[in-house]
């Protein structure tokens, strides 16, 4: 089995099956389909996560901190 360094994962080697070559090459096409499906969902759940609008929790946070930045720049 040879290790693919970038993915970790596992593919036979290459071999014979009915007289035509198969293993790596046959898993090519396959694996750019399936890491292009990886990338475009990974890509979509990040740009909805960055259009989230900011938890009020937060936001009141960042208010507590900055109204405490200002208090000891004032003093």
Do not use: T, W
Not at 36 to 54: A, F
């Amino acid at each position: 089995m040879e290790l693919n360094s970038q993915l970790r994962v596992k593919f036979p080697e290459n071999r014979k099956c009915g007289g035509k070559k198969v293993g790596i090459m046959a898993h090519d096409s396959e694996n750019d389909h399936v890491l292009r499906q990886i990338d475009e969902n990974l890509k979509r759940v990040y740009q909805q996560r960055v259009e989230e609008e900011l938890p009020d929790r937060f936001k009141d946070l960042i208010a507590k901190l900055k109204d405490q930045d200002r208090k000891d720049s004032n003093a």
